[in-house]
């Protein structure tokens, strides 16, 4: 028997195992697209902060909230002290109504908040913009809220610092906990597998004692994993796209949207996922006759 | 061809299966093993295709000593003979015609050979009928048939029968005997064990006596030659 027709017999023979064993094949499926639906998550997830936070950063500002009995003239000293400063590409001076219209634009169902005021209660702002360097406008920050005329500072580097310290936790964590639903995955078909062995004993005996190779022995039963290995991550795959799918179509927040909903996988990472469950099927089916790989058959 | 030095098989606990056996059967001959139950006889056989291995002494078959042999090697070593077990040991899972041409087909036999191979055998065993049938659904004496005709679908040159006839009628069995004695005369070696003492006189040529492991009698059929218990030829 060549290659291709040994293949094409485990394939019949690890088939004929599943249909009769349905029921158990699937418990295994199931477990192993469970273990890649979370990990599958987790990988999204974490692909689309990252990228997410990327996309924020660029956009990140810091915000000098000043008092609003601030000269023009003191205005445009703070102006000129931080286009100084070496990281400092642009400095916006934004004006109460201004800043008005902008919280309008942004949030509409808000908007009628602000009908109560008769004059824009925002204050009079500088929005900085920097360009990464960040040592020397650190440092300037770290002195102005005790500047007069200082009201507040917002640094939007801040909050994008804790996202990342979220972002990168959830990476490790999703490793870890994939590693370990891949192990409990590949060990649920390796369980089946070692029951479809067990059921069949008489025979893979049989089969030993006319002279068949373990080759010809494991083979089916090695598809037998590979099959149910593969069937979840087709599974999981799918469960992951509908997912993505529907959770696009509600309506979500802005930020979840940006962080969770990017983008699907890219194909590459959909046939790793599915190299992914195919490997834990091979180790599964692979692991059960190991141990019975004995002279006597 | 089949050499046995000095064997001893000793099971788990005490449990003397085979006592120091020293044998050597030639290539061609017509083999019957006898003794009561319990004697060691399947034991022998068992012995020969490595399904156990000696608690002492040495195996040599067709100048392999089994002793020495990996167990990767185990399967060819298995492909060289035809085997009939006791216990049939048939695949439960195939159907009569799978069962019996499961070995040509992995060493890869096309089909075209395979299913002349296979219909001349199961006629031979008179077995043209239940060939979509599974082990389960056969009588006793139609398993043996599928199990005798497994075993001689490759046409080996050594045959190992543990008793092939166990489960046939006396008119059933005789014709299996005759099988056996054709594929004998063919150049085949045969070493079957056998409860029956008519059968084995008519169709034997040398039998060996087991009781309680020892081999006590070694005798050329028709005419008795050696009966030293224990002695090996030469
Ligand atoms: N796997 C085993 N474990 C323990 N003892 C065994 C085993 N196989 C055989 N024996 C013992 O070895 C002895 C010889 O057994 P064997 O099967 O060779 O006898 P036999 O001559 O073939 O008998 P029968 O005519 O009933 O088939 C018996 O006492 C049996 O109980
Ligand atoms: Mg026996």
Same mark, same amino acid.
Not at chain 1, 156 to 173: F, I, P, T
């Given at each position: 028997m060549n290659?291709?027709?040994?293949?094409g017999?485990?394939?019949?023979e690890?088939?004929?195992n599943l249909?009769?064993?349905?029921?158990i094949?699937?418990?295994?499926?199931?477990t192993?697209?469970?273990?890649?639906?979370?990990g599958?998550?987790l990988?999204?997830?974490?692909?689309?902060?990252?990228?997410?936070?990327e996309?924020?950063?660029?956009?990140?500002?810091?915000?000098?909230?000043?008092d609003?009995?601030l000269t023009?003239?003191?205005?445009?000293?703070?102006?000129?002290?931080?286009?100084?400063l070496?990281?400092?590409?642009?400095?916006?001076?934004?004006?109460?109504?201004?800043?008005?219209?902008?919280?309008?634009?942004?949030?509409?169902e808000?908007?009628?908040?602000l009908?109560?005021?008769?004059?824009?209660?925002?204050?009079?702002?500088?929005?900085?913009?920097a360009?990464?360097?960040?040592?020397?406008?650190?440092?300037?920050l770290?002195g102005v809220?005790?500047?007069?005329g200082?009201?507040?500072?917002?640094d939007d580097?801040?909050?994008?610092?804790?996202?990342? +310290?979220? /972002?990168?936790? *959830?990476?490790?964590?999703g490793?870890l906990?994939? $590693?370990i !639903?891949?192990?409990a995955a590949a060990? @649920?078909?390796a369980?089946?597998?070692?029951?479809?062995?067990f059921v069949?004993?008489?025979?893979?005996?049989?089969?030993?004692?006319?002279?068949?190779?373990e080759?010809?022995?494991?083979?089916?039963?090695?598809?037998?994993g590979?099959?149910?290995?593969?069937a979840?991550?087709c599974?999981a795959?799918?469960a992951?796209?509908?997912?993505?799918?529907?959770?696009?179509?509600?309506?979500?927040?802005?930020?979840?949207?940006?962080?969770?909903?990017?983008?699907?996988m890219?194909?590459?990472? +959909?046939? /790793?996922?599915? *190299?992914?469950?195919?490997?834990a099927?091979?180790? $599964?089916? !692979?692991?059960p006759?190991?141990e019975? @790989?004995?002279?006597?058959g | 061809?089949?050499?046995?030095?000095?064997?001893?098989?000793?099971?788990?606990v005490n449990?003397?299966?085979?006592?120091?056996?020293?044998?050597?059967i030639?290539?061609?001959?017509?083999?019957?093993?006898?003794g009561?139950?319990?004697?060691?006889?399947?034991?022998?056989?068992?012995?020969?295709?490595?399904?156990?291995?000696?608690?002492?002494?040495?195996?040599?078959?067709?100048?392999?000593?089994?002793?020495s042999?990996?167990?990767?090697?185990?399967?060819?070593?298995?492909?060289t003979?035809?085997?009939?077990?006791?216990?049939?040991?048939?695949?439960?899972?195939?159907t009569?015609?799978?069962?019996?041409?499961?070995?040509?087909?992995?060493l890869?036999?096309?089909?075209?050979?395979?299913?002349?191979?296979?219909?001349r055998?199961?006629?031979?065993?008179?077995?043209?009928r239940?060939?979509?049938?599974?082990?389960?659904?056969?009588?006793?004496g139609?398993?043996?048939?599928?199990?005798?005709?497994?075993a001689?679908?490759s046409?080996?040159?050594l045959?190992?029968?543990?008793?092939?006839?166990?489960?046939l009628?006396?008119?059933?069995?005789?014709?299996?005997?005759?099988?056996?004695?054709?594929?004998?005369?063919?150049?085949t070696?045969?070493?079957l064990?056998?409860?029956?003492?008519e059968?084995?006189?008519?169709?034997?040529?040398?039998?060996?006596?087991?009781?309680?492991?020892?081999?006590?009698?070694?005798?050329?059929?028709?005419?008795?030659t050696?009966?030293t218990?224990g002695?090996?030829?030469e």
């Amino acid at each position: 028997m060549n290659v291709f027709q040994a293949l094409g017999y485990f394939a019949s023979e690890a088939i004929g195992n599943l249909v009769r064993g349905w029921r158990i094949s699937a418990l295994a499926v199931a477990t192993t697209a469970l273990s890649l639906f979370i990990g599958g998550v987790l990988l999204l997830a974490g692909n689309n902060m990252a990228r997410a936070i990327e996309s924020w950063r660029s956009d990140a500002q810091i915000v000098v909230y000043l008092d609003n009995d601030l000269t023009d003239d003191e205005i445009a000293i703070l102006t000129e002290e931080l286009l100084e400063l070496p990281g400092v590409d642009r400095v916006i001076q934004i004006g109460p109504d201004q800043a008005r219209e902008r919280f309008r634009e942004r949030f509409p169902e808000l908007g009628e908040i602000l009908l109560e005021f008769e004059r824009s209660p925002f204050p009079i702002s500088l929005e900085i913009e920097a360009n990464g360097d960040r040592g020397a406008i650190d440092e300037w920050l770290a002195g102005v809220s005790d500047r007069p005329g200082v009201s507040a500072v917002d640094d939007d580097a801040e909050w994008l610092e804790s996202l990342d +310290a979220v /972002a990168s936790a *959830a990476s490790a964590v999703g490793l870890l906990v994939g $590693g370990i !639903l891949m192990g409990a995955a590949a060990i @649920s078909i390796a369980s089946v597998v070692r029951l479809s062995t067990f059921v069949y004993r008489k025979e893979i005996a049989a089969m030993r004692l006319i002279g068949a190779t373990e080759f010809f022995v494991r083979g089916p039963f090695v598809v037998e994993g590979l099959v149910q290995g593969l069937a979840g991550s087709c599974l999981a795959l799918g469960a992951l796209w509908l997912a993505f799918w529907g959770l696009g179509r509600l309506d979500v927040p802005w930020f979840v949207r940006d962080a969770l909903l990017g983008s699907f996988m890219t194909p590459r990472q +959909a046939l /790793a996922l599915l *190299a992914l469950g195919g490997t834990a099927g091979l180790v $599964g089916g !692979l692991i059960p006759l190991r141990e019975r @790989s004995g002279v006597f058959g | 061809m089949i050499e046995f030095f000095n064997v001893s098989k000793i099971y788990p606990v005490n449990r003397v299966a085979l006592a120091d056996v020293t044998v050597r059967i030639e290539r061609g001959q017509f083999v019957v093993l006898a003794g009561s139950s319990g004697a060691g006889k399947s034991t022998f056989l068992r012995l020969i295709y490595r399904a156990a291995v000696p608690t002492a002494g040495q195996i040599v078959v067709n100048g392999r000593n089994l002793g020495s042999l990996p167990s990767k090697k185990v399967p060819y070593l298995r492909r060289t003979m035809g085997v009939v077990f006791q216990d049939f040991s048939l695949i439960e899972r195939k159907t009569v015609w799978d069962n019996v041409t499961f070995l040509p087909k992995i060493l890869g036999v096309d089909a075209k050979t395979r299913r002349r191979l296979a219909e001349r055998t199961l006629e031979r065993v008179g077995l043209q009928r239940h060939l979509d049938s599974y082990p389960a659904q056969l009588s006793g004496g139609e398993q043996q048939r599928v199990a005798i005709a497994r075993a001689l679908i490759s046409k080996p040159d050594l045959v190992l029968a543990d008793e092939p006839t166990g489960n046939l009628d006396p008119h059933l069995s005789r014709g299996i005997m005759h099988l056996f004695s054709e594929i004998h005369r063919q150049g085949t070696t045969i070493l079957l064990a056998s409860h029956d003492p008519e059968l084995r006189r008519e169709f034997g040529e040398r039998l060996l006596v087991l009781d309680e492991g020892r081999l006590v009698a070694d005798e050329e059929l028709g005419r008795r030659t050696l009966s030293t218990a224990g002695a090996g030829l030469e």
